[in-house]
């Protein structure tokens, strides 16, 4: 999702420097104007504001701290933006050892995938004072459509966990439904034309459904991906000791998609599990 939303940023008028840890993902934007760097720390220098969009937890402390992290050559009141879904405590406890150097942070995790990446229509949940969030506010408003301010630092990463939530409970729900319409022989458009003018609408539905029908794969948002938000989502579950039974059963689910090494394909593989529990061999027919 980095480029994309980067060639935004280029496109708006932003003097952008890149680092990506495979240099060739990074060509889409030096073709538009960005100006690519070897290390964090290179491409930081000077910079007022620094954003990540990377995988993990660690993959940020890395990027930022790491030996030859961004903000090893950051100047003073540098606002760093944490644009990856991480663990909430863990964006709370690296806010504070920017601070030690004087540098500024908000997280700003998105929801929207690569689709919403590539049109600056991301939705964005923000953490930080109010100062902070008014100055990246002119960034976030061009990668994204909707952005809220949802309180201090961490709350952005809590409500984007909740949205998580949602999304996976939704698509467990669109795949279900997939799945009884197969074994009966109703075909797919018509299940998803009507489901989507009705109640039982999603972004799941009317998104990801399609794709099922098709059998397309492709991921937009990665199961591994995917499972590394539940397990942020079960962490803090387990911390603030808040029962999520529905989460934790999807979670189970995309994880037999990742034994049956689905794990490289889109989130919408989790049909392909439901599928063979009902001993249905394609997504179309009832064909066992």
Known sequence: MGAPMAINLVNAGYDVNVYNRTAAKAQPVIDVGGKYFSTPAAASQNASIITTIVTDGPDVEEVLFGENGALKTAPKNALVLVMSTISPQLNREMAERAAEQSIRMIDAPVSGGDIGAQNGTLSIMAGGTDDDIAEAMPILEVLGKTITHCGLIG???????????????????????????????????????VISGGAGSSWAMQNLAPKIASEDWSPGFMVETQQKDMRLVAEMASQTHTALPGAALTSQLWQAAEAKDYGKEGIQALAKVLFEMANLQSVITDSP
């Open 155 to 193: 709350a952005g990463q809590v409500v984007k966990l909740c949205n998580q939530i949602c999304g996976a409970l939704n698509l467990l729900g669109v795949c279900e439904a997939m799945a009884l319409g197969a074994k009966n022989q109703i075909d797919p458009e018509i299940l998803i034309r």
